[in-house]
């Protein structure tokens, strides 16, 4: 799976942009720091699934993963539907 999700992530840069309301820059930074992450964890990820086994190393990593995407979740869903008074057309976040 993630061979494959791995080429869609530079299509996100404009949903990222539009969203966090960041300049390309900023997106292509995200998109940079992703792949330095996922670069950095190859050798250990590798180490540790020949220790341990694939199909063990994945299963747990999936459930880590999707714990983590339902602790961003929850904070995330109150932080964007915060009312904004800035005039239109502010490229600047409400905080």
Same mark, same amino acid.
């Given at each position: ?5 791995? &080429? ?8 990222? !942009? ?5 300049? !390309? ?7 940079? #720091? ?6 950095? &964890?190859?050798? *250990? #990820?590798?180490?540790?699934? +020949?220790?341990?086994?694939?199909? =063990?190393? #994945? =299963? ?6 999707? &714990? ?16 904004? +008074? =800035? *005039? *239109? ?7």
């Amino acid at each position: 799976m993630n061979s494959t999700l791995r &080429f869609f992530i530079p299509v996100l840069i404009p949903l990222l !942009v539009s969203t966090l309301h960041i300049t !390309v820059y900023m997106g292509s930074l995200l998109i940079t #720091a992703y792949w330095v992450g996922y670069t950095i &964890f190859q050798i *250990p #990820a590798g180490i540790i699934s +020949d220790r341990v086994g694939v199909s =063990k190393v #994945a =299963k747990i990593s999936f459930i880590l993963m999707a &714990f983590s995407f339902s602790l961003f979740h929850f904070p995330g869903y109150e932080a964007t539907n915060r009312r904004c +008074d =800035k *005039p *239109p057309g502010c490229r600047n976040p409400c905080i």
